[in-house]
């Protein structure tokens, strides 16, 4: 491998594992100031157990998030010189706004938030909790903005080289951004909702003592004094209706993604497709070898007789608009990413909507979670993360050769004195040290999830009083005898 080669795998490496934390991050924060607000509305006990056993979970995922996005920038100076030379004069502007306004709410109001509970009103602390969420969407949006400027280039010139803003306001509404941007966060509250669908599941197995993975027969009936806790009931039900909106958000940005590719990234369309020619009233293959005739017309532009280009009339008109190259991106991980990431996140988001008719019903009525269908939620846990790493691949791998569509390409954005040995030392150091992160979080949140929540007591002072609610260790629990409310 070269220096380019290793450059793009750091690159590709480090935005896989940050890539873990960012969804869950953005949906989790959303769902746990739901939790609060439930609380606070209702003064239910088990809305506050839930919002601090879930609030627990995304500082701890959050903490991880901004440890590792800091390597993102330092890698545009060490690997990338060239391609930050190019854009800096468009970058700096969406970049600040993320750094000096969304990151400054997120991470200023969720301190609050986290040393506030008893010492601030009970509707302030919430709304720090709300303000730090927007921060992380906002901060979202600007970074996603920035992205889609890479693949739709819009409000700049290109003066000496160097692109030069021209409009902020077109860089901050192009129309991929403004597709991308409810794509990326649907998606994210998919990931978030399945994660908290599989840890519902889990303790709701574990309290019944079914725990193991393997179906058996009893699975399939819930007698009547087996009920599931009402409180997991109350987390899995609101997970199971936040994944089932975002995936409609989701499934309907998608088609407006696939419009935009039919008219702004030609190429990498058809080779998410493997359409090798043009084709008038293209089919779609969902596999290898099975066709539904005109079905790609139609999804791209909406006309099953369109015309949809393919990869070797594209790579022509590109030899003559550019000059001779390999303007193909590597047609396999682009054609499979793009299945892969579709068929994952409908499998998960067709699990939200069978859970949601398996557990209708409010009050008596309502329906105990099926044992089987707490096994599947657990099992679910890794469908809508590898959905969203299939996603990126697609856009990112699918983008190539280039780094700004048609301006810039990746060959020639690499840093011109970096060495292999350089890339290859850190490579390896970020690799190592970003695995034992994951690990850390990973074995964190599995210590968090197993010990489950802490059980709430009311004040002796005051225990009608629900806006005196204190958490107890468990040792206590014993001498202080707490209310148990699910």
């Not at 929540?453 to 009311?458: G, L, M, R, V």
Request: proline share 6%; charged share 15%.
């Amino acid at each position: 491998m070269d220096a380019l080669d290793l450059a793009r795998w750091q690159f590709g490496v480090t935005t896989v594992y940050h890539f873990l934390f960012v969804p869950l991050t953005i949906g989790l924060g959303v769902f746990v100031a739901g939790l609060q607000t439930a609380w606070l509305r209702t003064g239910k006990e088990h809305y506050l157990t839930l919002t601090k056993f879930f609030g627990k979970i995304f500082l701890i995922n959050f903490a991880m998030g901004v440890v590792t996005g800091i390597v993102q920038e330092f890698q545009f100076g060490m690997n990338w010189s060239e391609y930050s030379t190019f854009v800096g004069d468009v970058f700096g502007a969406p970049l600040a706004l993320e750094a000096l306004l969304a990151f400054f709410l997120e991470s200023t109001f969720l301190g609050l938030w986290i040393f506030g509970w008893d010492k601030l009103p009970k509707r302030v602390h919430l709304a720090c909790l709300w303000i730090a969420v927007i921060g992380s969407n906002l901060s979202a949006y600007f970074i996603l903005a920035a992205n889609a400027w890479m693949k739709h280039p819009v409000g700049y010139v290109v003066v000496d080289g160097r692109a030069q803003m021209t409009d902020l306001w077109a860089v901050l509404t192009n129309s991929t951004a403004l597709a991308q941007v409810p794509h990326v966060v649907g998606a994210s509250f998919v990931v978030a909702g399945v994660f908290v669908l599989a840890i519902s599941g889990y303790r709701i197995l574990k309290e019944r003592g079914a725990t193991g993975l393997l179906p058996r027969k009893s699975d399939f009936t819930t007698p009547r004094d087996r009920k599931s806790p009402d409180m997991w009931r109350t987390s899995l039900r609101g997970a199971l209706v936040m994944t089932a909106i975002a995936g409609v958000v989701v499934a309907g940005t998608g088609d407006l993604s696939g419009q935009l590719l039919h008219e702004q990234q030609p190429m990498k369309l058809a080779a998410a497709e493997g359409l090798r020619h043009d084709t008038a009233g293209a089919p779609f293959s969902p596999l290898p070898g099975v066709e539904i005739p005109h079905l790609l017309s139609l999804l791209a532009a909406h006309d099953p007789n369109a015309v949809v280009q393919g990869v070797d009339d594209i790579q022509r008109r590109f030899e003559a608009q550019f000059g001779p190259g390999d303007y193909m991106p590597n047609l396999p991980v682009v054609f499979w990413s793009f299945r892969v990431m579709v068929m994952l996140g409908s499998a998960a988001i067709g699990l939200s909507v069978l859970g949601l008719w398996l557990t209708r019903g409010r009050g008596r009525r309502a329906r105990n979670v099926p044992t089987w269908f707490a096994k599947a939620c657990l099992l679910a846990l890794p469908l809508p993360v590898l959905a969203m790493i299939a996603g990126w691949l697609l856009s990112e791998i699918g983008r190539q050769p280039w780094t700004v569509a048609g301006e810039l390409l990746t060959a020639a954005s690499v840093s011109p004195g970096v060495t292999v040995t350089e890339i290859a030392i850190s490579l390896a150091v970020f690799t190592g040290l970003y695995g034992l992160l994951a690990l850390a979080e990973a074995g964190l949140i599995l210590r968090h999830v197993k010990a489950g929540p802490e059980a709430p007591a009311q004040d002796p002072r005051n225990p009608r009083d629900p806006d005196e609610t204190v958490l107890i260790p468990r040792q206590l629990q014993a001498e202080s005898r707490p209310t148990l409310m699910y």
